[in-house]
């Protein structure tokens, strides 16, 4: 069955535009694709961290204040990964480590705080310190996803063909690498992570994306890295007395730089793939150039123009980020009105961000193609 683009455009974008749960029936099944599987960090983790850490801070408020109550999300409410659920017409896709449910319709093995890389190679660097949040690198995901299947394929195929079931379902690989930057950045300053590390961690996330494919995945989307010079945390940690330092959004230079650089190995890795693999639909979906465009137009979006660069939930300072005072831990207290922030936390964005980049990744601009098109390829 072929659904017409446009039919699925009229059908996604009143629910995109309206939010939560519009008017607008869902239809039953999934349009097209059965099922989502979700590998990252904390811009995807819909629950997991929590399970495996417990609560402090993304389990307790303000955390999840616009969804209702706090999810394990490390924003007010949703992220990127549900508004795509909800576009592709699919439940939210669950945490994995939430054991014993039916994940038929997709499982969610991001983890807040996860690397690209596995900790043997942080030693190997010397690197120590941040130490990881834990045990939960990309190769630890993708071996949950290699636990799961057998009894998913199980499951969702009632013994048919898994190989189908899986080609059919969407494989959203990251974002990862902006964990890993973090402590090569503590370690080695931002010259020697841009030019030794990018690679390595590009070569990471691009054998996962292959080691899915050699599982059966044929439709897959791989996310770039954010503008992150523009975070309040890096403006924070990172400041310099040199203007020139900065850019004309008052974002440091050298930090966007590392990041257009991951970004631009990443789709070099992405036309690699499609080469190899010319039957798997591979989308780069461009976070950086989402995001920026909340700093160049931010009254578009609804955003504070004068706020884009400081956390809506944080502890003082210029840009609302203080680590000694973290959002979900007292003093830090969050902006009265989240939907007029980029950042939520410092780090991490609000639903309001997520929310316009999930719609310019399904629909476009900023997904090279369009998640939505991926349902449609053969
Ligand atoms: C398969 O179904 C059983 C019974 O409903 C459930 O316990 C198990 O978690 C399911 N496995 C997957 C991977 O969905
Ligand atoms: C790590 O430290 C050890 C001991 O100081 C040193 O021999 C080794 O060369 C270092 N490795 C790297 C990659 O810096
Ligand atoms: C990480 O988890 C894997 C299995 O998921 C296990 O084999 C490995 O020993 C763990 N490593 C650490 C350092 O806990
Ligand atoms: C799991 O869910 C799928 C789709 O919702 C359903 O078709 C299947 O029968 C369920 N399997 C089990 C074992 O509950
Ligand atoms: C926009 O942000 C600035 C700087 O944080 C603040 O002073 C101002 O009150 C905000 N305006 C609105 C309408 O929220």
Redesign the pocket.
């Known amino acids: 069955m072929r659904v017409p683009v446009a039919v699925l455009l009229l059908v996604v974008l009143p629910c995109l535009l309206h939010g939560a749960d519009a008017a607008v029936r869902w239809p039953k099944k999934p349009l097209l694709l059965p099922a989502i599987f979700s590998f990252g960090d904390s811009y995807a983790d819909t629950g997991n961290y929590i399970i495996l850490e417990g609560g402090r801070p993304f389990n307790y408020s303000p955390y999840g204040e616009t969804f209702g109550r706090p999810t394990g999300r490390a924003s007010d409410g949703l992220l990127v990964i549900d508004y795509v659920a909800k576009g592709v017409g699919l439940p939210f896709v669950p945490p994995y480590l939430a054991k014993?449910?039916?994940?038929?319709e997709g499982a969610n093995f991001a983890v807040i705080g996860a690397r690209a890389l596995d900790q043997a190679y942080f030693l190997e660097q010397n690197v120590t310190s941040p130490a990881p949040m834990m045990n939960s690198s990309l190769g630890v995901q993708l071996r949950w996803f290699e636990e799961?299947k057998p009894?998913?394929c199980n499951?969702a195929t009632k013994g048919g063909g898994c190989r189908d079931y899986l080609g059919r379902s969407l494989f959203v690989l990251g974002e990862f690498g902006g964990n890993d930057y973090l402590a090569f950045l503590a370690a080695k300053g931002v010259e020697q992570t841009t030019r030794a590390y990018v690679p390595v961690v590009i070569d990471a996330i691009a054998a996962g994306a292959e080691r899915l494919i050699r599982h059966g995945a044929r439709r897959l989307v791989l996310p770039g890295n954010i503008p992150m010079g523009c975070l309040p945390a890096i403006l924070t940690l990172y400041a310099s007395p040199d203007a020139a330092d900065y850019d004309g959004y008052g974002c440091l230079r050298k930090f966007n730089a590392l990041a257009r650089y991951h970004n631009e190995l990443l789709q070099g890795s992405v036309q690699a793939l499609r080469a190899k693999h010319p039957h798997a639909a591979i989308a780069y979906a461009n976070y950086y150039d989402s995001v920026l465009a909340f700093l160049t137009t931010p009254g578009f979006f609804g955003f504070n123009g004068s706020a884009t660069l400081v956390a809506c939930c944080g502890g003082g300072g210029r840009y609302n980020f203080n680590p000694a005072a973290f959002c979900g831990f007292p003093p830090a207290t969050a902006c009265a009105d989240p939907a007029r922030a980029v950042s939520w936390d410092g780090i991490h964005m609000t639903e309001a961000a997520y929310r316009s980049i999930a719609g310019s990744w399904l629909l476009g601009p900023f997904a090279e193609p369009p998640i939505l098109t991926l349902a449609l390829a053969p």
Not at 100 to 104: A, I, K, R, T, V
């Open positions: 014993g449910q039916n994940f038929s799961l009894s998913l499951n």
